[in-house]
């Protein structure tokens, strides 16, 4: 599936862009994420064993109780294709017999082993001691693990989460993630790290992630004010990076979440609108809402063409794909097993599609926002498949104008600027005429689609 | 009826895309309903039991010009969910009283989404199996979740589901599976006299038939086929794997035969065959349900193998018990499971030193000459190989 999220400058690029304005929150997590790889690096020669997960249903503070140093394929893809290095990954991978058809996450995680141990920073990245497959929201992890697992010889442990197909979380499924932790991964973790599991050190790590997800929520929800102080999706993959991946439930994690929401309390008192990487926002012309991944290959040239425009997202559905904070769950230090299995089952992909509907509907409403924008991933199913009911659906319930882009996560072959900025130039457009007729909840223009098929 | 008729009559209602047999079944008895079910796989023994019909949903083939259902998918999503919408958006799927969509892959999943939004009046369930095989974790999930569905069906029926009806459904299935395990093991004792393109109808058949009627269908068709005499050739005898959601054409199963293989098994009806062997009728029907599903059920790629040595395991017993010589992987463009599941499998049977030869297809695929030309070939190699 599609997730994720640390992102650290490139290094490797033949062009590099101007160096983008950093914050004290932005250089927190730089050194965090950079921390991190070098744990991994140095994994092995410290006696620490090393788990990979996926994002969404990440279950961070279970692993810090075993000691775990922590690595997340999906953010190392991303990283990679921030890097530029992500294509010939994704190529060796078909060349080792993977179909074109499939995750190119996968196939650039494939891709990254078969050129060696080395992570996207350029130090070592060890074989995991243990996959824990947390198998959330997303179909494609499951076949993943497996892959990785025949390759490398890795234990691996299933964590099944339940998909919310009737748009609940019934106590049948709640129980089951829960003797599945209890029965299943809690004592795997245990054997391979040798650290025996202890339920206070988990409420410990539970409550300083319910102190962030305060921040983050506060954060997130920022971009109600207008002008907007943030990104909320572009801007956003930096903010959900240290909780969506290694460091939910760490102190440093808390302290970069409280700096976080004082920069933006700032801009907000000083009427600022987000950073971009050129610096201070052009100025709020449009407000919108997005549904589905970002490219990262090409992210600052994709960024660009929105605050070119004036263009700001005030919220979008991926910056819940490592869990949904806004409507109020909190890791909740008193049951934590049960309130493990809430999180999981309760992250983005893992909705059911009215329940995202609605979602959309109510980001529109909350947000103020102009409109809906769609980024089609062509590696995520779990977000794509469909998403052109979830366009006509919001078009139709709320009024407001909503377009569709193709692109792709790590696939340098999927982005191409020139549609991207013409369809989004032509979306633009339409929330103008939109505007000037006065806009309500009636069945809106034509939406913005590819022409064809 | 002769071998050729019976399967003239399973062509018949393989073609019918607007579900006449089921109409018909329904007209029958007032009152009757109707659930759908689409691949890979689900118990239709509650169905039964709450006295409905499961009627299997497989897309739409190569018949169905696909105009309104493309309108909702991108170009890199399969065919089958595009297939089937337009089946719904077209009215043939009137007939239906409600549809199951069981834990495949995201596109399937995220239909049952799509299915509640656009067929607001119909009974709409995601029906998840477990991934951990633990009676007392996955299988208690799944007997709750089989209590849902039961419940549901009930309802719907405006009768309660009793054990009784459960058990006696589970035998009715037990009767069915029984007689398509003799089918295929027909098959590949002597594939020419039942070649797959006439097996694959028959199995299609009871996507529409009541099982107890399909039951003996089969069965005719199997007495049928031993009757006929049919001209012995000297093909390679091939595994055919990764067909068990979106459908090959009918055209690509003979192309295949044609060119030189005789498949002696395969996962196309993957449900028919799902449970390996019988389900006990006695004993509490739900949890003997789950005990078959979580122990005695097929491999496939939707389902997690808990162990490395797991990966490969069901396919190198086909072959043997089969007598392949080599696999054929034929999976739908752009199906993740079969495709991401495939360099797996294929690694497992490299170190086997079986042969194998892997493509793709749409239920609408047009062009057989590149896979004739391509399944002949690795015919004639299989063929050199065992000479030499």
């Given at each position: 599936?599609?997730?994720?999220?640390?992102?650290?400058?490139?290094?490797?690029?033949?062009?590099?862009?101007?160096?983008?304005?950093?914050?004290?929150?932005?250089?927190?997590?730089?050194?965090?994420?950079?921390?991190?790889?070098?744990?991994?690096?140095?994994?092995?020669?410290?006696?620490?064993?090393?788990?990979?997960?996926?994002?969404?249903?990440?279950?961070?503070?279970?692993?810090?109780?075993?000691?775990?140093?922590?690595?997340?394929?999906?953010?190392?893809?991303?990283?990679?294709?921030?890097?530029?290095?992500?294509?010939?990954?994704?190529?060796?991978?078909?060349?080792?017999?993977?179909?074109?058809?499939?995750?190119?996450?996968?196939?650039?995680?494939?891709?990254?082993?078969?050129?060696?141990?080395?992570?996207?920073?350029?130090?070592?990245?060890?074989?995991?001691?243990?996959?824990?497959?947390?198998?959330?929201?997303?179909?494609?992890?499951?076949?993943?693990?497996?892959?990785?697992?025949?390759?490398?010889?890795?234990?691996?442990?299933?964590?099944?989460?339940?998909?919310?197909?009737?748009?609940?979380?019934?106590?049948?499924?709640?129980?089951?993630?829960?003797?599945?932790?209890?029965?299943?991964?809690?004592?795997?973790?245990?054997?391979?790290?040798?650290?025996?599991?202890?339920?206070?050190?988990?409420?410990?790590?539970?409550?300083?992630?319910?102190?962030?997800?305060?921040?983050?929520?506060?954060?997130?929800?920022?971009?109600?004010?207008?002008?907007?102080?943030?990104?909320?999706?572009?801007?956003?993959?930096?903010?959900?990076?240290?909780?969506?991946?290694?460091?939910?439930?760490?102190?440093?994690?808390?302290?970069?979440?409280?700096?976080?929401?004082?920069?933006?309390?700032?801009?907000?008192?000083?009427?600022?609108?987000?950073?971009?990487?050129?610096?201070?926002?052009?100025?709020?012309?449009?407000?919108?809402?997005?549904?589905?991944?970002?490219?990262?290959?090409?992210?600052?040239?994709?960024?660009?063409?929105?605050?070119?425009?004036?263009?700001?997202?005030?919220?979008?559905?991926?910056?819940?794909?490592?869990?949904?904070?806004?409507?109020?769950?909190?890791?909740?230090?008193?049951?934590?097993?049960?309130?493990?299995?809430?999180?999981?089952?309760?992250?983005?992909?893992?909705?059911?599609?009215?329940?995202?509907?609605?979602?959309?509907?109510?980001?529109?409403?909350?947000?103020?926002?102009?409109?809906?924008?769609?980024?089609?991933?062509?590696?995520?199913?779990?977000?794509?498949?469909?998403?052109?009911?979830?366009?006509?659906?919001?078009?139709?319930?709320?009024?407001?104008?909503?377009?569709?882009?193709?692109?792709?996560?790590?696939?340098?072959?999927?982005?191409?600027?020139?549609?991207?900025?013409?369809?989004?130039?032509?979306?633009?457009?339409?929330?103008?005429?939109?505007?000037?007729?006065?806009?309500?909840?009636?069945?809106?223009?034509?939406?913005?689609?590819?022409?064809?098929? | 009826?002769?071998?050729?008729?019976?399967?003239?009559?399973?062509?018949?209602?393989?073609?019918?895309?607007?579900?006449?047999?089921?109409?018909?079944?329904?007209?029958?008895?007032?009152?009757?309903?109707?659930?759908?079910?689409?691949?890979?796989?689900?118990?239709?023994?509650?169905?039964?039991?709450?006295?409905?019909?499961?009627?299997?949903?497989?897309?739409?083939?190569?018949?169905?010009?696909?105009?309104?259902?493309?309108?909702?998918?991108?170009?890199?999503?399969?065919?089958?969910?595009?297939?089937?919408?337009?089946?719904?958006?077209?009215?043939?799927?009137?007939?239906?009283?409600?549809?199951?969509?069981?834990?495949?892959?995201?596109?399937?999943?995220?239909?049952?989404?799509?299915?509640?939004?656009?067929?607001?009046?119909?009974?709409?369930?995601?029906?998840?199996?477990?991934?951990?095989?633990?009676?007392?974790?996955?299988?208690?999930?799944?007997?709750?979740?089989?209590?849902?569905?039961?419940?549901?069906?009930?309802?719907?029926?405006?009768?309660?589901?009793?054990?009784?009806?459960?058990?006696?459904?589970?035998?009715v299935y037990n009767e069915n599976r029984k007689a398509v395990r003799e089918l295929y093991a027909y098959r590949a004792a002597e594939p020419w006299q039942a070649p797959t393109s006439e097996l694959y109808l028959v199995l299609r058949a009871g996507c529409v038939l009541p099982p107890e009627e399909h039951t003996a269908l089969v069965r005719a068709y199997l007495a049928a086929a031993r009757a006929e005499e049919r001209p012995r050739r000297d093909n390679a005898r091939v595994v055919l794997t990764g067909s068990f959601c979106e459908q090959p054409p009918l055209s690509l199963i003979k192309s295949i035969e044609m060119s030189g293989c005789y498949v002696v098994d395969d996962d196309f009806q993957l449900i028919q065959s799902w449970l390996l062997d019988d389900v006990p009728v006695t004993g509490e029907?739900?949890?003997?349900?789950?005990?078959a599903f979580l122990h005695r059920s097929a491999a496939t790629s939707s389902k997690y193998d808990e162990k490395k040595e797991d990966k490969g395991k069901f396919l190198l017993k086909q072959i043997k018990e089969r007598g392949a010589e080599g696999v054929v992987f034929a999976a739908a463009s752009f199906c993740d499971p079969a495709l991401l599941e495939r360099p797996m499998l294929q690694e497992v049977l490299a170190k086997h030193k079986v042969p194998y030869t892997a493509f793709k297809y749409a239920e609408n695929t047009g062009q057989m000459a590149p896979i004739r030309e391509q399944a002949g070939t690795f015919a004639d190699s299989i063929k050199l190989w065992s000479a030499a």
């Amino acid at each position: 599936m599609s997730t994720p999220i640390q992102i650290v400058p490139g290094t490797s690029s033949p062009k590099k862009p101007p160096q983008a304005k950093k914050e004290d929150a932005m250089l927190l997590q730089k050194e965090l994420i950079n921390r991190n790889y070098h744990e991994l690096a140095t994994a092995h020669e410290t006696n620490r064993k090393v788990s990979a997960t996926f994002v969404p249903g990440n279950l961070n503070e279970l692993l810090m109780c075993f000691d775990f140093a922590r690595s997340l394929p999906e953010t190392n893809a991303l990283q990679n294709g921030m890097r530029k290095k992500s294509g010939k990954m994704i190529m060796d991978a078909e060349r080792d017999g993977h179909s074109e058809d499939v995750c190119t996450y996968v196939k650039a995680d494939l891709g990254m082993m078969l050129q060696g141990p080395v992570g996207p920073t350029g130090e070592p990245l060890p074989t995991p001691d243990v996959l824990l497959l947390s198998y959330t929201g997303c179909f494609t992890f499951m076949k993943w693990f497996e892959l990785i697992r025949q390759k490398y010889d890795c234990e691996t442990v299933m964590l099944h989460v339940p998909y919310q197909g009737d748009g609940k979380i019934s106590p049948n499924m709640r129980d089951y993630v829960v003797k599945q932790l209890k029965e299943k991964v809690i004592p795997t973790l245990e054997r391979v790290s040798g650290v025996k599991f202890d339920i206070d050190r988990l409420r410990q790590y539970m409550r300083e992630s319910a102190k962030a997800e305060e921040d983050l929520v506060w954060t997130l929800q920022s971009a109600k004010h207008k002008p907007s102080p943030i990104d909320g999706y572009f801007g956003a993959v930096y903010y959900i990076g240290p909780i969506f991946t290694a460091f939910r439930g760490m102190p440093e994690a808390t302290e970069y979440y409280r700096v976080l929401r004082g920069e933006i309390e700032q801009r907000m008192r000083e009427g600022k609108g987000p950073v971009t990487p050129d610096g201070e926002h052009p100025g709020e012309k449009y407000r919108l809402v997005v549904e589905g991944p970002p490219n990262w290959t090409s992210f600052r040239e994709f960024w660009k063409m929105f605050y070119d425009e004036g263009a700001v997202v005030v919220a979008s559905t991926y910056a819940k794909v490592g869990g949904v904070y806004d409507f109020g769950f909190r890791h909740d230090p008193e049951h934590p097993l049960e309130s493990l299995a809430e999180y999981c089952l309760g992250c983005y992909t893992n909705l059911n599609f009215p329940q995202r509907i609605d979602m959309i509907c109510r980001y529109l409403d909350e947000y103020q926002a102009d409109g809906l924008l769609i980024n089609s991933i062509k590696s995520c199913n779990s977000f794509s498949a469909g998403q052109l009911l979830i366009l006509r659906e919001v078009e139709r319930r709320t009024g407001k104008p909503a377009a569709f882009i193709e692109s792709d996560l790590v696939d340098p072959r999927y982005f191409s600027a020139a549609n991207i900025k013409n369809r989004l130039e032509s979306y633009f457009q339409m929330v103008r005429q939109k505007r000037g007729a006065g806009g309500g909840a009636r069945p809106g223009l034509p939406p913005v689609v590819p022409a064809a098929h | 009826m002769n071998a050729k008729e019976i399967v003239a009559r399973c062509e018949r209602l393989f073609e019918d895309l607007r579900f006449g047999a089921v109409k018909d079944w329904k007209a029958a008895v007032p009152g009757r309903k109707a659930i759908g079910y689409m691949p890979i796989y689900v118990p239709r023994e509650i169905i039964h039991a709450a006295g409905m019909l499961p009627v299997g949903i497989f897309g739409g083939g190569d018949q169905l010009e696909v105009i309104q259902g493309d309108a909702y998918y991108q170009s890199y999503i399969c065919r089958i969910p595009r297939s089937t919408l337009e089946l719904g958006l077209t009215g043939r799927l009137d007939v239906l009283d409600g549809m199951l969509f069981p834990s495949i892959c995201d596109v399937i999943r995220n239909l049952s989404g799509m299915w509640q939004i656009m067929f607001k009046d119909k009974y709409v369930k995601y029906f998840d199996v477990p991934q951990n095989y633990d009676d007392a974790i996955g299988g208690e999930f799944y007997v709750h979740e089989m209590q849902q569905l039961r419940a549901d069906l009930g309802k719907l029926a405006g009768r309660e589901v009793t054990d009784d009806a459960l058990r006696a459904s589970i035998a009715v299935y037990n009767e069915n599976r029984k007689a398509v395990r003799e089918l295929y093991a027909y098959r590949a004792a002597e594939p020419w006299q039942a070649p797959t393109s006439e097996l694959y109808l028959v199995l299609r058949a009871g996507c529409v038939l009541p099982p107890e009627e399909h039951t003996a269908l089969v069965r005719a068709y199997l007495a049928a086929a031993r009757a006929e005499e049919r001209p012995r050739r000297d093909n390679a005898r091939v595994v055919l794997t990764g067909s068990f959601c979106e459908q090959p054409p009918l055209s690509l199963i003979k192309s295949i035969e044609m060119s030189g293989c005789y498949v002696v098994d395969d996962d196309f009806q993957l449900i028919q065959s799902w449970l390996l062997d019988d389900v006990p009728v006695t004993g509490e029907p739900l949890e003997e349900l789950s005990k078959a599903f979580l122990h005695r059920s097929a491999a496939t790629s939707s389902k997690y193998d808990e162990k490395k040595e797991d990966k490969g395991k069901f396919l190198l017993k086909q072959i043997k018990e089969r007598g392949a010589e080599g696999v054929v992987f034929a999976a739908a463009s752009f199906c993740d499971p079969a495709l991401l599941e495939r360099p797996m499998l294929q690694e497992v049977l490299a170190k086997h030193k079986v042969p194998y030869t892997a493509f793709k297809y749409a239920e609408n695929t047009g062009q057989m000459a590149p896979i004739r030309e391509q399944a002949g070939t690795f015919a004639d190699s299989i063929k050199l190989w065992s000479a030499a």
